[in-house]
T-cell receptor, first 109, second 115 residues
């Protein structure tokens, strides 16, 4: 079956630092989405990637869809306290999302 | 834009009763809605895919007679947990896919506690 690995599992960072996380898959995907989930809430869409090699930014967030369509990374620059939360990669085929295990980000002020 | 609501946001019920959760896309039409379940400190697990006007497609291991899904319009899907038991206690989250888009927008979730 398809395997989706997200790393790191968690990270503690200093405010102002840059953050990087990635996901790799054993399968090819058509679309790659990144979501953030705050405690007790539903995931919020951060970035959507549709083309292999695509590099997209949303404010301090930057994500790229791997050229092989099997991986993606998400970078957060100059982290701030509100960046705390769980980040999920969610690649998609045929409109069905597969969720990574999540990366929990904790920011130290 | 792309707002999805869920109601109720939390519910406590007695074992054996049924609970209905509503999912609405407020500012767009959704051909497809999805229902997920999330346990503490775990990722989201897809339970079923619901297309407007047709029967839902359930993931392996999800009992369709226990988790009844109705998608009567392009803006509303409901999930009914029938004869709820304590092990059904969880965080249930819906998402909606706008027509002709690949992205999914999530509701705020419903926390169910079965006593």
């Amino acid at each position: 079956g398809q395997q989706l690995n997200q790393s790191p599992q968690s990270m503690f960072i200093q405010e102002g630092e840059d953050v990087s996380m990635n996901c790799t898959s054993s399968s090819i995907f058509n679309t790659w989405l990144w979501y953030k989930q705050d405690p007790g809430e539903g995931p919020v869409l951060l970035i959507a990637l549709y083309k292999a090699g695509e590099l997209t930014s949303n404010g301090r967030l930057t994500a790229q869809f791997g050229i092989t369509r099997k991986d993606s990374f998400l970078n957060i620059s100059a982290s701030i306290p509100s960046d705390v939360g769980i980040y999920f990669c969610a690649p998609s085929n045929d409109y069905k999302l597969s969720f990574g295990a999540g990366t929990t980000v904790t920011v130290r002020a | 834009g792309a707002v999805v609501s869920q109601h109720p946001s939390w519910v406590i019920c007695k074992s054996g009763t049924s609970v209905k959760i509503e999912c609405r896309s407020l500012d767009f039409q959704a051909t497809t809605m999805f229902w997920y379940r999330q346990f503490p400190k775990q990722s989201l697990m897809l339970m079923a895919t619901s297309n407007e006007g047709s029967k839902a497609t359930y993931e392996q291991g999800v009992e369709k007679d226990k988790f009844l899904i109705n998608h009567a319009s392009l803006t509303l899907s409901t999930l009914t947990v029938t004869s709820a038991h304590p092990e059904d206690s969880s965080f249930y989250i819906c998402s909606a896919r706008p027509i002709a888009q690949e992205t999914q927008y999530f509701g705020p979730g419903t926390r169910l506690l079965v006593l």
